[in-house]
């Protein structure tokens, strides 16, 4: 089986920065892509960030100039910089993964989440 775990949430004030960090483990075969979702209370969960096996990113246009996305292959993880941070900002951060297991079909694996809020 595979499990993702992330770290770096807490709180900040806005304006401030903090990055999450999302490490694969398990029997993997192959990881297509990599992501950060999030979703704030009452709302549906949102696509922050994607990276794909090529190296291109897509972000969601909310948050574009202002977070970054990057991998490191060798480690299965996947980091998300967060600058300049809003209210609007607060929410549960999940890491995604779409990825192949050494035994199975290719298909989408969840975190637990991870808390950020931003409030002064």
């Known amino acids: 089986q595979v499990q993702l775990v992330e770290s770096g949430g807490g709180l900040v004030q806005p304006g401030g920065s903090l990055r999450l960090s999302c490490a694969a483990s398990?029997?993997?075969?192959?990881?297509?892509?990599m992501g950060w979702y999030r979703q704030a209370p009452g709302k549906e969960r949102e696509l922050v960030a994607v990276?794909?096996?090529?190296?291109?990113?897509n972000y969601a246009d909310s948050v574009k100039g202002r977070f970054t996305i990057s991998r490191d292959n060798a480690k299965n993880t996947v980091s998300l910089q967060m600058n300049s941070l809003k209210p609007e900002d607060t929410a549960v951060y999940y890491c995604n993964a779409y990825l192949t297991p050494l035994r199975g079909r290719p298909g989408d694996w969840w975190g637990q989440g991870t808390q950020v809020t931003v409030s002064s």
């Open positions: 398990g029997s993997i075969f192959s990881i297509n892509a």
């Open positions: 990276i794909i096996s090529s190296g291109s990113t």
